[in-house]
């Protein structure tokens, strides 16, 4: 009896380390972004479209839980066009910086591999959501490129409550 009743005991004791692990998700460190001399952050990720085929992705380390990505880049709009400016990013054996994806050309890099929608968050926060980029500000500004120059600039106005706008496809 007094097995049974152990038995038991132990049973019911490890129950809830077979239960599924509720899900969470961690903000995202965003990449940055200057325009006109003036820093924001970046809710996109443009560099992921320089890797493919012709570029495979490294296999970057996530520093902690707020960058799965593996590294933070920083951007800029100059005369329409948008340029890799910098880029910090962590691998295997530390961390790395432009010429580990670009090496033999110093300074910027024109990202004319981009063509897509870059949102920039704009104003106080109306909703705070504490997942990838889903923080509602007042506004975002987006920015349509196409082969890394800027063909269309829009503001949205954010209503509490209904979500980060949709970005064209």
């Given at each position: 009896m007094l097995r049974v009743l152990l038995a038991a005991v132990l049973a019911v004791s490890m129950m809830p380390?077979?239960?599924?692990?509720?899900?969470?998700?961690?903000?995202?460190?965003?990449?940055?972004?200057?325009?006109?001399?003036?820093k924001h952050e970046l809710y996109s990720n443009p560099l992921?479209?320089?890797?493919?085929?012709?570029?495979?992705?490294?296999?970057?380390?996530?520093?902690?839980?707020?960058?799965?990505?593996?590294?933070?880049?920083?951007?800029?709009?100059?005369?329409?066009?948008?340029?890799?400016?910098?880029?910090?990013?962590?691998?295997?054996?530390g961390e790395v910086g432009m010429e580990f994806l670009f090496p033999g050309q110093p300074g910027r890099v024109a990202a004319t591999w981009f063509t897509g929608t870059l949102r920039v968050p704009q104003g106080k926060?109306?909703?705070?959501?504490?997942?990838?980029?889903?923080?509602?500000h007042k506004r975002d500004l987006i920015l349509t490129i196409d082969q890394g120059r800027v063909v269309k600039q829009e503001i949205i106005h954010n209503t509490p409550g209904v979500g980060p706008p949709p970005l064209p496809r």
């Open positions: 380390a077979l239960l599924p692990a509720p899900a969470t998700a961690t903000a995202q460190f965003p990449d940055l972004i200057f325009i006109e001399g003036r992921e479209k320089y890797f493919g085929p012709g570029n495979p992705r490294p296999k970057f380390r996530s520093p902690h839980t707020a960058n799965w990505r593996g590294y933070i880049a920083t951007w800029e709009i100059d005369g329409n066009m948008l340029y890799l400016k910098d880029l910090t990013a962590w691998t295997q054996t926060v109306i909703q705070p959501v504490h997942m990838g980029y889903l923080t509602v």
